[in-house]
């Protein structure tokens, strides 16, 4: 069986499992999911034994240490796994739920939710991935085809494994949730050519991988995760809280998407902030990337190219740019920012709503870190990822925005 048959064959496969999904209730989606939580920590020992495989040769392979933080599952982030699946077990289910009306004709019209189908989701080396995103569609009824990097496979083809076992005992067709045990590239683009089979691609990871699924993908695609996200400290900020937020803004997970790559800093405070900043930063050596006026605050630095603001660093490196006002902070924003999470910091109600309102972002935060944009943190259970594009779906994406809509239409013999 050559790639485009493997491939071809796990789409129909899941495209057939995916009614015995859909049809499923709240109830005994509950129940479902439930089980699965229970069986992920009943299986900690087998994870970490996979996990630990891929650690092995993720490392061998000069995998960044902060991307090896991505990849590792340790007994506390099991436990974080399988709480977030019960999480979702006490969400609503919004599929069915809608409205009733009747219109001019009398035809009685109810506008409900109902699942996408079939949703594959091409993402980077993070296992819970897998199961985040396989339990939000288990309970919004969709069937999940799960392409994962070639830096997790042992992780997720046991995660996969878990799943399926769980599904069966409940009577669902297990290719409900699916692997693509295929790394390769060739695999991954004959994916993106299965229309036939599959309703929504999702990629979550960096921009290249976003931008290859966009720009290759002949099914319908929703924008997820690239992160150049900023924080911009205006004249009357407090200093203090600026620091904090910029240091957990930058360095709590500097790998994770929500994480700040640029900070913008007013002219009228940069000669006070900035050294305050380097010296906060440097506890965790960060990088600094700063351009010509910032640089004269620095003991450490280097000169900030315009590739720098373009870039999702996802390490310890902070570009750094001093600005004139509030306005020219949006205008860098609008131009280098990916629409993802942005913040200020000031004590002006004016200015913050000026910000809030003209930055063109999912998620737009006001003496805040950007590293709250998370659908658990929102709310939402877990999220299959954060949306940075306009259409369907904006921001961390929950259960509902995995939903679409259905007219279920009854009438007595109408005719037009």
């Known amino acids: 069986m050559n790639i485009h048959e493997y491939i ?122 897998t199961y985040d995103a396989a339990a939000l569609c288990i309970k919004s ?28 005992r409940h009577g669902v067709d297990k290719n409900a949730v699916s692997l693509v045990d295929d790394i390769t590239r060739e695999g991954t683009t004959e994916l993106m050519q299965m229309r036939r089979y599959v309703d929504v691609i999702i990629p979550r990871g960096g921009k290249g991988l976003i931008q290859s699924v966009v720009q290759n993908s002949k099914i319908p695609c929703i924008e997820t ?86 870039t999702e660093y996802n390490d310890f490196i902070l570009a750094v740019k001093i600005v004139e006002n509030v306005d020219e902070a949006i205008a860098h924003i609008n131009n280098y920012g990916t629409g993802h999470s942005e913040a200020i910091i000031t004590s002006s109600l004016t200015l913050s709503q000026k910000f809030q309102t003209e930055v063109d972002a999912a998620a737009v935060y006001v003496n805040a870190s950007t590293r709250f944009t998370d659908g658990g943190v929102f709310g939402l259970g877990a999220e299959i990822g954060i949306s940075t594009q306009k259409l369907h779906a904006r921001g961390p994406m929950g259960l509902y925005e995995m939903t679409t809509t259905k007219y279920l239409i009854n009438g007595n013999g109408q005719t037009r």
């Not at 219109?103 to 989701?121: T, Y």
């Not at 009824?141 to 069966?168: F, P, W, Y």
């Not at 957990?248 to 902030?273: G, M, Y």
């Open 141 to 168: 009824g969709n069937a999940v085809i799960l392409r994962g990097g070639k830096e997790a496979i042992n992780s997720n083809r046991c995660a996969v494994s878990i799943m399926q076992s769980v599904l069966e």
């Open 225 to 310: 995760g690239a992160g150049n996200c900023h924080l911009y400290v205006e004249a009357d900020a407090d200093l203090d809280m600026a620091l904090e937020v910029a240091f957990n803004a930058k360095c709590s997970r500097p790998s994770v998407c929500n994480a700040i790559e640029t900070i913008l800093v007013h002219k009228d405070i940069a000669e006070k902030f900035l050294p305050m900043l380097e010296q906060k930063l440097s506890t965790k050596g960060v990088e600094l990337r700063a351009c010509s006026e910032s640089a004269k605050y620095f003991k450490n630095c280097t000169p900030a190219t315009e590739e720098d603001y373009e």
């Open 8 to 129: 071809e064959k796990l789409c129909s496969e899941t495209k057939k499992a995916s009614p015995t999904m859909a049809t499923k209730g709240e109830v005994e989606k509950n129940a479902i999911l439930s089980d699965i939580a229970d069986a992920i920590e009943a299986n900690e020992a087998e994870i970490i034994k996979a996990n630990d495989l891929d650690l092995e040769a993720a490392d061998k392979n000069g995998v960044p240490k902060t991307m090896l933080d991505r990849l590792k599952l340790t007994p506390e982030r099991i436990k974080a796994i399988a709480d977030a699946v019960r999480e979702i077990v006490s969400l609503p289910d919004p599929v069915g739920k809608g409205e009733v009306y009747t219109n001019r004709d009398g035809l009685v019209i109810k506008k409900v939710r109902a699942p996408l189908g079939v949703v594959a989701i091409i993402f980077e080396a993070r296992p819970n991935v």
